[in-house]
Each structure stands twice: as structure tokens, then as C-alpha cells.
């Protein structure tokens, strides 16, 4: 399977711990896309990159959340003290970028349980 | 900020009835259109976009759009549904000529009857 993969799947965690999340774009695409989705709400964006450059961050993201994506491929997401707010469905989408009919591809997503 | 509204939260058909899902957006400027639909226990899959040319877009099984700009609107449309059609069906914009992030609406659950 050449898309997009995520890991883990799902992840179960205590409020209070870290939480880091791996997604592996298309081997081609430039561009990495984080959303998170609720139950009954379409995604939200979070952030994304051109390459290994984080060109937008959302307001809706706090300090918590920081994304890395050191080499242009993977990208990590990671969460620092995590609360039960933070429970969602984190999805990762690649698109080649750069111009009007950029199509992302998502990933299936890591689910996010914080007890 | 631009917002996308999907107004049906879930929509229950019988097989071959004709389906019209509608999607308005907020903004106002050069716009790129898509619908995504995620089967159930799959990820989100394209459906079909719009970002110029004809108005009317179509897509895979047999799914079709069409962007009206004087309503701000990109509704879908599929003469006649099957129980296969049964999904979570997204409405997304990307803004401007070198798009990026997108603007999901809130999702449509089509259930489909045999």
C-alpha cells in the first residue's frame, strides 16, 4: 500500500502523560496536513508543512502541540500533557502542492482516548 | 475566516431515490471545492473537486457537483443511490490559487435502505 500510513492506530493514554503520533505522507508529496476530528464535527485543520518548513499553525492549537517534520518525509505530532479534551481522531493528509488543484490524501487516522 | 455549512446532518433514503446533498461556503474570494466521502471504518476518500472551468465536476460512482458562485454553494448530486452509497459524505474548501490548508464542513450521514 503506497498511501498515507499512520501510527499507532489507536492509542489510549492518562490525562497528564505525552503522547507522540508518526504519520508517513506518499513518498512523492510535498505537503503534510494535520487535522483532528470530534465525533459529529468534519475535520479541523492543525497545521501543516512544504517540505520540512511549518508554514501554518492553527490559533486553535495550543503550546501543547508541537509538529515536527525534520527531513521533508514523516511527520511526528506530539501532545505534552494531555487532557480528556484532547481525545479525537488525529488524521493526516500529503498533496504534491503548489497549486490550485492540490488534492490531499488522508491517512486512517490515530484515535486518541485520554482517561 | 471561511466556514463551510452542510445543511442535512443525516439523510435516509430507499435504494434509487435521487440524492442532493447541499454545501455552502463563507468566502468570498478564488476558491477550490471538494467533496470526501468516508465508508464506514475507512479513511476519508475524494469524491471530486472543483477549482475552475466547467461548474458542473464529476466523480466516481457516478457522483456529481455543481458550483453555483452567485450562491456560494457546491451541492452534491447522484440520480440514483444504492445501499453502497451508505456513508459520511465532507464538503471541503481550500482558498486561492496555491491552496492549502482545507475547511471541512460538518459532515452528511447518508443511510441507504435496501
Known amino acids: 500500500d503506497t498511501g498515507v500510513s499512520q501510527d499507532p492506530r489507536h492509542k489510549i493514554t492518562k490525562r497528564g502523560q505525552n503522547v507522540t503520533f508518526r504519520c508517513d505522507p506518499i513518498?512523492?508529496?510535498?505537503?503534510l496536513y494535520w487535522y483532528r476530528q470530534t465525533l459529529g464535527q468534519g475535520p479541523e485543520f492543525l497545521t501543516y508543512?512544504?517540505?520540512?518548513?511549518?508554514?501554518?499553525k492553527s490559533r486553535l492549537l495550543s503550546d501543547r502541540f508541537s509538529a515536527e517534520r525534520p527531513k521533508g518525509s514523516f511527520s511526528t505530532l506530539e501532545i505534552q500533557r494531555t487532557e480528556q479534551g484532547d481525545s479525537a481522531m488525529y488524521l493526516c493528509?500529503?498533496?504534491?502542492?503548489?497549486?490550485?488543484?492540490?488534492?490531499?490524501?488522508f491517512g486512517p487516522g490515530t484515535r486518541l482516548t485520554v482517561l | 475566516a471561511q466556514s463551510v455549512s452542510q445543511h442535512n446532518h443525516h439523510v435516509i433514503l430507499s435504494e434509487a431515490a435521487s440524492l442532493e446533498l447541499g454545501c455552502n461556503y463563507s468566502?468570498?474570494?478564488?476558491?477550490?471545492l471538494f467533496w470526501y466521502v468516508q465508508y464506514p471504518g475507512q479513511h476519508l476518500q475524494l469524491l471530486l473537486k472543483?477549482?475552475?472551468?466547467?461548474?458542473l465536476v464529476k466523480g466516481i460512482k457516478g457522483f456529481e457537483a455543481e458550483f453555483i458562485k452567485s450562491k456560494f454553494s457546491f451541492n452534491l448530486r447522484k440520480p440514483s443511490v444504492q445501499w453502497s452509497d451508505t456513508a459520511e459524505y465532507f464538503c471541503?474548501?481550500?482558498?486561492?490559487?496555491?491552496?492549502?490548508?482545507?475547511?471541512f464542513g460538518d459532515g452528511t450521514t447518508l443511510t441507504v435502505k435496501p
Open positions: 493528509a500529503s498533496s504534491l502542492g503548489g497549486r490550485a488543484a492540490d488534492t490531499q490524501y
Open positions: 513518498s512523492e508529496h510535498n505537503r
Open positions: 508543512f512544504q517540505n520540512e518548513a511549518q508554514l501554518e
Open positions: 468566502y468570498g474570494g478564488t476558491v477550490n
Open positions: 472543483y477549482f475552475s472551468g466547467d461548474p
Open positions: 471541503a474548501v481550500s482558498k486561492g490559487t496555491n491552496a492549502g490548508k482545507s475547511t
